[in-house]
Every structure is written in C-alpha cells, then in structure tokens.
C-alpha cells in the first residue's frame, strides 16, 4: 500500500527531472543553482512535511529575479532570459507547498523547460524525454483526480496497477491520430525557435579563404559537416567541390567574384546525390567534384563548376546533386589564361628561380605539370598539422626548408608555382573522404576532413585535378581510410544514422518526398512478381513462421496455460493424488467434497480459504495467496 501524496510528490519531482536534465547543460550557474536547490529543498521539505516559507513568499522572492531577467531579454539574447526566468519558476515551485494546483504548475513548467532546451539541441535524446514526461504527467493527472477528492487515500497495489493502466494507455491511445495527422499537417522548415534566436554556429573546418602560415599547429573538429546519401563509391573519387580560389593575395588565395566565363562540358557518367548540410554559416553548397547539376530552389552555379545558396544554410534542407568524377573537366572553349596566370608582385626569389627553372625544362604546359609533380614526390615531403611554418615567408620554408605542412601549403605552393611556370591553376576547397554508413546508405563527412587541392589547366584536356598533399612521404597513413573500420568510429556511425533518420523524419520532414515514395512504391507492385518474391521471401519467412509454430504449441500446454487460481488448483489435485491417494474429479467433485474423503486439516484448510474467496467471486488477498502457496509447498502428509 502507498499513500497517494507520497506518489504524487516522487511523480512531480521525477517530471521536473524530465525537463530539467536537457535544459540544464545550457543554463547559466544562477538558474543551475536555483533548480538543484529547488529540488533538494522540495525534497527535504516534503520528508519533514511543514514549510516555514510560505508559498506567497516565495512568489514574492521569484520578482527580483523576474524584473532582472526582464532588462536582459533584447532582440539580441532573446533566449536566455526566457529560459532562465522559467528554471527559476519550477525551481521555487518546487521548493514550496504543493496543493493539486501546484503540481499541475510544475508539470507544466517542466513541459516548457523541455521544450525551450529545443532551442539548444534538437536531437533523438529530446523526444524521449518528451515520451516519459507525457507518460509521466498522464498518470499524475489520474493520480491528481483522486487526490482532489480524499488527500488520505492510500492505493493497494491491485488499484496502482489499474490506475497506472489508465494513465499509461491514455497517451498510448493517441498515437494512431498522430501517425495520421503528422503526415498531413503543415509544417515550416524553418525552426520555430530561430525565428527569435540565431542559429547555434557549428566550428567550420571549411573557409573562404586558403591562408597557410597563420599558426604553428591546427586543431581537428569532428562536427559534422553533411551527409551525402548515395552508393558507395571508391575512395580516389570522394572530392567533395565546396568552392574555387582563383586569385592570390600576399599569402592568401581568395574568390575573385569576378569569374571569366568558361563552358564547363560534363560527359562522363553522372552519380546522383542527396545531400543533407548541417546548418552553418556558409553558403556553399558541396557535392562530389565535379557537379554537373544542384537541385535546389535559389541556389545559383558559376561557371568554374560551384554551386551557392543566397543566404547562409541556418536551417535543415536538402538537395540532389549530380556529378562526373572523372577528375577531368572540359571546356568548350578554352578558359581565360591571363586571369589564371595572376601572380602576387612580391614572389620569393627561390620561388620564382623553381618556377622559371620547371618553364624552361618543359616543353607544354602538360610536361611542366609533371616536372612539378616529380619535385613534390622526390622532395621528401611530409604532411603534418603541427610545427607549420609562419609569417610572411611561410610558403618559402614549407618549400625549401620545414617540407611539412597541411594541404592548404601544399595546394597553395604547387598553385603557386604552376602559374609563375605559365601553367593556369586554381584552387578548390572541399572535403576529402568519409564515412560509409552501412546502415544508413550515406557518407557523413565532418570537419576534420576539410581539404584544399589544385586545378591545372591543359589545352586540350581541360582542368586536371591534382592533389599536391598526396605526393607527401607519408599520404598513405593520413588518408588510408582505416580510422573509420575501428570500433570507435562504427559505433559513432552507429550512433549517426539514428540521428539522421531523426533528422529526416522528423525534423525536415518533406511530404513531396514522401509522396515520391509511394510513387516508386506503386511502380515497383506493378512490376512485382508473386512466385519469385515467394522463393526469395522463404528463407526468411521460414525461421518466424517455426518460432511462431513453437510459441503456439508451447502456450496450449496445459502446465502453462491457466489462470493463477487454475495453477494453485492443478497443484492441489496432484498432491491430494500423491499424498492421500485420492483420485479427484475435476468439475465432478467440489473442493469440500474432496476435503472431507481426505480427512486431513490441512486440505480443508486449502479448501476453505479458495472457496472463501473463488466462491464469493472475489480474488485471492496476498496473504490467502501467500498461505495456499506455503501449503502445497509442504503437501498434504500428516507428520507423526
């Protein structure tokens, strides 16, 4: 038996733990403190069962905080004093008295807690907190109504587990309405909550500029950067285009928005893509390289092969993209040379001795790409993120002296070197590999696989992509592809794909998308085939339909199937059998009928207290059910 207020009371703090457990990681340490308080005081007090504050002191109490969080709120922090303002409310309501009306207030408040930790991470983990909360609430509102009628009441279990029943099955009921309405209501794809407060900036590992020599080492963020949905494709073709830098400036390589225009001819395979960006602050909108085409409302391409979207991608979309990874792209008539050959003035001597030595050995700009590529693999070159060179003359100690870098030295040298050699080049930025999703059937790409290569131009071939940082001594460990076999990583992957079926079904729902399936749906049941779709259907049907078979005969064995009361009577006819050697007849002879041929005080003990209770149509107490139990186990024999 338990009290009902004491279930109410541990049902109201475990819901406020509901919306507080995902909003408190993004708390300033003020409202932290309140709630953890809060609830040790709410806690404390209702073991003690007096309060010494009254509840309209601590209503008064909570205008300071109000009034101060008021003058914070501004167009430009519009969520933190919200929030902070509502984890302070459930934290004195917690703290306080609770009547029924207080603890719907702290349901309540624990729902918008959970709901504004929604403007922080919208993850997988959010809608399972709002399940249990929802449960949670459904039950205590079930719990409230007797409550309001008799604070003393006390609840046996059997009216625990009804109630609970109801209060669980409730929510449950609903469901088949949501699985009908969530389809066809209209929905934004603009979160609601990024109407008021910007978007929460993800660490870029992308630029918009290539700028090596700014720091001696670079730190690697593995936040993700998109998802691309596709087959799995070789390693040596996941370039992922991002943008082009066609002008150098000082030490730095640039997008010059004024592009001379080119025709672009694509006429390998296409591969077709979905790509799924994470919201960011960028604008650039990635595919494999090179993209033929991006399905996009808005997005705009350029004649060097990129693609952008107008404004910064802060919301979750998607978009097709197709593609030719030949690493070759044809122009229909021959670029601007002039553009592409444009040099800083102030290019290190030793540079422009390299270049000028590499343009007099070769013979067309074809043969002055290889001598360059020759220097690169023979001049013991090693790819690093640590030690780098700095300043000024960063490019000239990678080249001639440190011959360690990342890819920006090594893509932005080669660049370099190509144009004072006559050869027109530019830069791409991207991404370079990968994680196959197995379960998912997408690559996710994070940040740490930001990458910068070089465009060569060849008349009569077109742009040529070369990777300068893959002719490092050491190329082989960095891109190898072995980190993402290791366990870490396949959980991560794991862990990635319920994020992103989140993500697609929930978050960026898109009901043409869905109506696209049923479409293919449909095409496929027409051409589907009953016979063959049996034969491949029967190995896997074969294994549930044996289980199912087992399950069938297992339940219809009498020994397991029956009802308590036909267990404990099974029982007391196989020892009344064994131990008094008497042969009952079920529904021929009644219990007392068969106590009396026993002649035993312990029988008629059994009998009288099933009978008691089976014959007055009532169920056996746990106590009745405790003592039948104790006399079967000790049988029926009459010790001497």
């Not at 399936?517 to 449909?522: F, L």
Request: some cysteine; glycine content about 6%; aromatic content about 10%.
């Amino acid at each position: 038996m338990v009290a009902i207020s004491s279930l109410i009371a541990i049902l109201s703090y475990v819901i406020a733990l509901c919306g507080i457990v995902p909003l408190f990681p993004w708390l300033a340490t003020a409202p932290r403190a309140a709630l953890a308080a809060g609830l040790l005081a709410g806690i404390w007090q209702d073991r003690r069962g007096a309060w010494p504050v009254k509840n309209w002191q601590f209503n008064l109490a909570v205008v300071p905080a109000f009034l101060y969080y008021a003058f914070q709120f501004s167009r430009s922090n519009p969520v933190q004093p919200v929030v902070s303002t509502l984890a302070i409310m459930l934290a004195v309501r917690l703290c306080g008295e609770k009547s029924v009306r207080h603890h719907l207030q702290i349901a309540a408040l624990s729902l918008f807690c959970l709901a504004s930790s929604s403007l922080f991470d919208l993850s997988p983990i959010f809608l399972l907190y709002l399940t249990l909360l929802l449960l949670l609430v459904a039950v205590c509102l079930v719990l409230l109504t007797f409550h309001s009628l008799d604070s003393r009441m006390v609840l046996h279990r059997a009216h625990l587990r009804k109630v609970l029943t109801v209060g669980l099955v409730m929510p449950l009921a609903s469901l088949p309405l949501l699985v009908v309405f969530f389809p066809i209501l209209p929905r934004t794809q603009i979160p609601l909550w990024n109407i008021l407060a910007a978007p929460a900036v993800r660490p870029s590992g992308f630029s918009d500029k290539v700028e090596p020599g700014t720091s001696t080492s670079v730190g690697e963020s593995r936040t993700i950067a998109f998802r691309a949905e596709m087959p799995r494709q070789p390693q040596q073709y996941l370039y992922w285009r991002g943008t082009v830098f066609n002008r150098m400036d000082g030490q730095r390589w640039v997008r010059d928005t004024a592009i001379p225009p080119e025709q672009l001819l694509y006429k390998e395979v296409r591969i077709p893509q979905t790509i799924y960006p994470e919201p960011g602050p960028s604008r650039v909108l990635f595919s494999l390289d090179a993209p033929a085409a991006i399905a996009l409302p808005k997005a705009r391409g350029a004649s060097d092969g990129t693609f952008e979207y107008p404004v910064p991608i802060t919301r979750r979309l998607g978009y097709r993209a197709d593609s030719v990874t030949s690493g070759i792209l044809p122009t229909a008539k021959g670029i601007n040379r002039a553009f592409y050959l444009r040099l800083p003035a102030d290019i290190p001597q030793r540079v422009r001795q390299l270049a000028d030595d590499i343009r007099r050995q070769g013979t067309s700009d074809a043969r002055r790409l290889e001598l360059l590529e020759q220097y690169f693999r023979n001049g013991n070159y090693r790819y690093s993120m640590r030690g780098l060179p700095t300043g000024k003359h960063a490019l000239e100690q990678f080249l001639f002296e440190k011959k360690q870098g990342h890819c920006e030295f090594f893509a932005s040298a080669f660049a370099l070197l190509l144009r004072a050699a006559n050869v027109p080049a530019r830069l791409v930025g991207g991404y370079l590999g990968g994680g196959y999703n197995e379960l998912g059937g997408y690559y996710l790409v994070s940040d740490d696989l930001a990458h910068v290569w070089v465009e060569a131009y060849i008349d009569g071939r077109g742009w040529l992509r070369v990777d300068p940082s893959s002719f490092a001594r050491n190329a082989g460990e960095v891109w190898g592809g072995e980190k993402w076999t290791s366990p870490t990583m396949k959980l991560r992957l794991f862990l990635d794909s319920l994020d992103y079926t989140w993500n697609r079904t929930i978050v960026t729902y898109d009901f043409e998308q869905q109506v696209e399936i049923a479409r293919s749906a449909g095409k496929s049941l027409q051409k589907f085939e009953a016979g063959k779709a049996a034969r491949a259907a029967l190995p896997y049907l074969l294994l549930p339909v044996v289980l199912m078979v087992a399950l069938i005969i297992i339940a219809r064995r009498p020994w397991l199937y029956g009802s308590q009361n036909e267990r404990l009577l099974r029982r007391f006819y196989r020892l009344i059998e064994r131990d008094c050697g008497i042969s009952a007849q079920p529904g021929r002879q009644g219990l007392f009928e068969i106590a009396r041929q026993a002649r035993n005080t312990t029988v008629r003990e059994f009998a009288g207290i099933y009978a008691g209770a089976v014959y007055r149509d009532r169920k056996l107490t746990s106590p009745e059910l405790a003592r039948l139990r104790r006399i079967l186990k000790n049988g029926f024999v009459t010790k001497a």
